[in-house]
């Protein structure tokens, strides 16, 4: 009776590769999994994007979120486990390289094949009405008394660089974790925390309507907010914070990297044309991010880079359970 | 003022003056109440598909298409509720609690047009507090930091034990704890520990709240009908859905106390529609005469009025830290949240100046949506409530099916199926002994926001409570909570009828 069933079976499958074969990829709707929540950065990059790339590839792609785990990896294991034939995407970002090392999965990043949308640069602000005016202030008065500060998830990229913050000032800052970037902000603003640091583009509004006053910029150039003015680039001020910043946030999308080139190239196509729009242009600019655009061996490198900083960071401040060196992760 | 009436209404005709912004409208909503009603399907999950579907279209048209659907969600989910004992949503579980007697009587007509109505009431109510008391409301939703958080999730886990059992207090506030015992599955939120996951990566997230609501509610519900030879079928209804404007006018301080109460939920960031119905139900019980309190639990009107206002006048309330601070302020709302980004639209304090009167534009698709609801749900009324007249032995199987493709929908996932089973069987066990359900979803709900918010308020007054007594909001709420607890003791009550007499 199973040989039955397995005969039958393989019959359908060779029918259905068969016919599969006579057309070329994409024939069927994409499916790209969020794995952060739905309504955060990566969230919407993906959804904006996506629609864009459906376009190109003229297929529907739904945009589902599947969460939690550690650093996203529930969401990413559900994907890896599916067949890699390109019908499978995983929406994520850099702050995902850090799920093996914590506890979350077995594998080191290079499963992936990314493509980076782009990234927007991190601040630290202070609630409007703080008392401290400079980020020279906010350090000074931490060695009298440590502050608190928030920064989103453990481990995350604005985590790591409160952390370099913290070494290259040698500030005492307590460290107080939050769900995401939004609830880490809402603390800054209801002074249970403060300081806070974000991404530009998650603070924007929050700066642009004076809830919270921004004191630098974690990132070598400064930015020009419109309403608030220029914020000074924190590296002027303590150089060494150049060492290992900035670190790009690289928000954008993967595909298992055993898909037949011919798929990778379509999809590179696809991701290269929507870049290019004026649609995914304009929002990026409105929504202060940086577009980047890397895709194929160049953002494999730029992960497997990102894989290397984050997770040896980690390990340096012992915030992970796993060394990054029994994954194979080289030391930056 | 008198200017911007004048620029409401004009915003609101060009809303209703395009025929394609009506269809959406309609049909929005009408998907949203489906959403709300099947078991499964919530009205974040609503706002996430719809997202999708209206990136193409403008930002009025899309906006119109979203809130339609939030309202009908958090709306449709006392239908499932009132008929059969299973709430659509976790926040349709106070309406379950008088609906369904309702039902058993035969006024299961009566009951659903009087929520529709009171959802109706409740929904405009929330969005005059929108257009009116909006800063005020956020700059108060800013008093709430981590423990008013663990403050305020305990004490709807609290209310909502007290008040659902019935047999001895106690056993709700166990169905409570054990609620909360459940919610310490999985990472825990602020160092990532694994607890009580024996290395089952399906556990790492911690338990779903969907499969655990239906196979609560929904497998007892199962079981029973089946373990129950002579099923007594509900009488057949036969008056009027729209509810006789006595008993709207009957009820009408419930119905503005409780939209209140559901507006200042709703603002709380984080905290939504669950709370909202638990509290409004709570208080109304209290503020009714002796004689109307006998009735809460059996079908009282004012019950189901009181709990299921304040859930819709949440949206409103959810909706005003979302478009002043940026902050979400339910569940759905958040999903709200990534729409309005992917239409260039960035709530937060800075939207005066980026899209002045996107408020008011806010405010008139909400009466919209409302309008949409009120008219579909009183529509659809008439029609659901024939499925009471279906033989059971043809209703049951197919409402144990759609528990199981809603717990299997959410995720593709069959593990939230082997959660499902096991956790209604003991739902079902826990009935018999006659220990209230809710509670302990809601303890699931609420439970991990009660968890992280204390250890995150510990490490942040470096393990002092004293920050409970230091902070006004968190003083009443613990007030409140004390004498809710002491209240059930005899000796309490004889102390406090005592000096009452004196």
Known sequence: MKNVVYLFCLTLALVASSSHAKREYPTRPITNTVVWSAGGGTDAINRMLMAEMAKELDVRINVVNKTGGVAGSIGMNAVLRKRADGYNLVGLSSSNVVAAVNGGWTQKFDVWSPFIVGSSPDVVSVPYDSPYQTLEDLIQASKNKALKGAAGGVGGIHHIYLLELQKASGADFKYIPYPGSAPSQTAAITKEVDFVVTSMAEQAALLRGNKLRPLAMLHPDPYTLEGVGEVISAFDAYPSLSERLPLSQAIGFAVNKKVPEAVKTKLIEAFNKAMNSSKVKDWAMKNHYQLSGLSGQLAEQEFARLESIFTWTLDDLGANKLSPSKFGIPKP | ????????????????????????????????????????????????????????????????????????????????????????????????????????????????????????????????????????????????????????????????????????????????????????????????????????????????????????????????????????????????????????????????????????????????????????????????????????????????????????????????????????????????????????ITPGPSIEIDHPNFLLEVTAIMVLASFAMWANGLLLAKQVIKVLQLPTALFIPVVGVLCILGAYALNLNMFSLYLMIPIGIVAFLLGEMKFPISPMVIGLVLGGMADESLRRALLLSEGSFMPIFERPVALLLVLVMTVFILAQFSWFKRLFSFEGKK
Request: net charge neutral.
């Open chain 2, 1 to 344: 003022m008198i200017e911007q009436f004048t620029h409401f209404f004009s915003i609101l005709i060009n809303l209703i003056s395009s025929p394609t912004n009506i269809i959406i409208l309609f049909v929005a909503s009408f998907l949203g109440i489906i959403f709300g009603a099947m078991p499964g399907l919530t009205a974040t999950l609503g706002v996430a598909l719809l997202t999708a579907l209206t990136y193409s279209l403008g930002a009025d048209t899309a906006l119109l298409g979203l809130l339609g659907m939030y309202v009908g969600a958090i709306y449709g989910g006392s239908y499932p509720a009132i008929l059969i004992n299973i709430p659509g949503t976790p926040a349709a579980a106070a309406t379950a609690m008088d609906g369904y007697p309702l039902t058993q009587k035969g006024l299961a007509g009566k009951a659903l047009g009087l929520t529709t109505t009171a959802s109706f009431i409740g929904t405009i109510i929330g969005l005059l507090f929108l257009v009116t008391l909006s800063p005020l409301i956020a700059s108060l939703a800013l008093q709430f930091t981590s423990w008013e958080f663990f403050l305020l999730a305990l004490l709807g886990i609290i209310l909502s034990g007290s008040l659902t059992s019935p047999d001895l207090v106690v056993k709700g506030w166990i169905a409570g704890l054990i609620g909360l015992l459940l919610a310490t599955i999985g990472r825990d939120a602020l160092q990532f520990f694994p607890r009580y996951t024996f290395d089952v990566p399906e556990l790492d997230s911690g338990l779903e709240i969907v499969p655990v609501l239906i196979g609560a509610f929904g497998i007892p519900q199962v079981i029973r009908a089946l373990t129950n030879t002579h099923h007594v079928k509900p009488p057949i209804f036969t008056g009027s859905i729209l509810p006789e404007l006595k008993s709207i006018t009957r009820n009408i301080k419930h119905i503005f106390r409780s939209a209140t109460i559901g507006v200042g939920v709703g603002a709380v960031p984080g905290v939504g529609e669950d709370i909202a119905g638990w509290v409004s139900y709570s208080t109304a019980k209290k503020t009714s005469s002796k004689a109307q309190q006998a009735e809460f639990g059996k079908g009282s009107e004012t019950a189901i009025v009181s709990s299921e206002t304040a859930n819709n006048a949440c949206v409103g309330g959810a909706l005003i830290p979302l478009l002043t601070l940026g902050i979400p302020g339910s569940p759905p709302a958040a999903m709200l949240l990534g729409a309005l980004l992917l239409h260039g």
